[in-house]
């Protein structure tokens, strides 16, 4: 097979962790370039200085190493959204770091976020469902200061906590690939502003912090 301009010379013996990094990094690459149907598990393992049956060492089949980066990343996304609603007891301010951890989410690492919002495996099952929870975990989070702040009973807050991720999640992915001319923060700061107006008109039924 003929080397790729982007491959990695093998040979190198790596700890198990840092190799699973390794052929992650180089699947991701691989996987957002193609798509899922067109990745080629040889183009992973040259991609990663690897030869085949140390991909397969690490991850038995293509959708394995799929699921695998997806698990990573939605993590991630998640992590992001409960750090940022932890970051302040300030509403308004939570609204801003809620929503700018989507933009940061979608402008790091390697265009990530196709995997996460945009994977074409969606109708595959394992696959739906790490994208299911990413909504339903981060929905979740934000739901529940809904619910403490206002009189609004957990299915109402549960579908503003939807619609704020859903607005959040798409504005970030139509910053990011529409190459405009708003910086990240002013875009931020545009859709938590719109977020916010709309969220702070229920009543409070505690007292700001």
């Given at each position: 097979m003929t080397a790729t301009p982007d491959a990695k010379p093998r040979g190198t013996r790596l700890p198990r962790t840092a190799r699973r990094r390794q052929l992650l990094s180089a699947a991701q690459e691989v996987?957002?370039?193609?798509?899922?149907?067109?990745?080629a598990m040889d183009e992973i393992a040259e991609r990663a200085g690897v030869s085949k049956p140390v991909l397969y060492q690490h991850f038995p089949g293509k959708q394995e190493l799929y699921l695998a980066l997806l698990d990573l990343h939605v993590d991630d996304m998640i992590t992001r959204c409960r750090d940022a609603l932890a970051s302040t007891t300030d509403n308004k301010q939570r609204v801003q770091a809620a929503i700018g951890a989507f933009f940061d989410f979608v402008s790091s690492q390697g265009e990530a976020f196709r995997l996460v919002f945009e994977s074409d495996l969606r109708n595959v099952a394992p696959v739906r469902q790490r994208m299911e929870r990413n909504l339903r975990e981060s929905a979740e989070m934000?739901?529940?200061?809904?619910?403490?702040?206002t009189g609004c009973s957990s299915d109402e807050a549960r579908l503003l906590g939807v619609g704020l991720v859903g607005m959040a999640e798409v504005s970030a992915r139509y910053w990011i690939t529409s190459n405009g001319s708003i910086p990240k923060d002013a875009a931020t700061h545009l859709i938590a502003r719109l977020s916010w107006r709309g969220i702070s008109g229920f009543p409070r039924t505690v007292a700001d912090h």
């Open positions: 996987f957002v370039e193609n798509g899922y149907h067109a990745a934000i739901s529940q200061v809904i619910q403490e702040d």
